[in-house]
């Protein structure tokens, strides 16, 4: 097994970045529709609810995506995985274009959420590559 792999899941900065995507999201979605729940937001008449509530529940996805990856047992399923995990990220992004459509006028909250996401982005495809290297 590589050293990708073989180190703790929660310590890799990958892992740590995907639950700091969730919070940032999180809390701007809770800002955005000021403090409802996600259910509330899943089910509000406001498109900017709904798209907040959208952001966190990809965001969510982030996190055991990276997990389910390191614990993969071969290469095929992790990649497999991986481009789940991709998939998730490009919704986000798509998530934050609605939310600025949608009259957020916070735009600062969401350029720093595109350039975690971004960074993310670029973790990802790291990983990918030495997940095909091994």
């Known amino acids: 097994m590589s050293q990708a792999f073989s180190q703790n899941t929660y310590q890799m900065p990958v892992y740590r970045k995907a639950l700091e995507i969730f919070k940032l999201s999180r809390a701007m979605a809770v800002h955005f529709t000021q403090d409802k729940n996600v259910i509330e937001m899943?089910?509000?008449?406001?498109?900017?609810?709904?798209y907040a509530g959208d952001l966190i529940t990809e965001s969510l996805q982030?996190?055991?995506?990276?997990?389910?990856?390191?614990?993969?047992?071969?290469?095929?399923?992790?990649?497999?995985?991986?481009?789940?995990?991709?998939k998730a990220s490009k919704s986000l992004k798509?998530?934050?274009?609605?939310?600025?459509?949608s009259g957020v006028r916070e735009?600062?909250?969401?350029?720093?959420l595109k350039k975690e996401i971004q960074i993310f982005d670029k973790m990802i495809a790291d990983w990918m590559q030495q997940i095909r290297k091994a």
């Not at 982030?62 to 995985?81: Q, T, Y």
């Not at 798509?94 to 459509?101: G, Q, R, S, V």
């Open 62 to 86: 982030l996190a055991p995506g990276v997990a389910a990856v390191a614990a993969a047992k071969n290469s095929g399923s992790r990649l497999e995985r991986i481009r789940n995990i991709r």
């Open 107 to 112: 735009s600062e909250f969401l350029t720093l």
């Open 94 to 101: 798509l998530h934050c274009k609605n939310l600025e459509f």
């Open 42 to 50: 899943g089910f509000a008449a406001s498109p900017k609810d709904r």
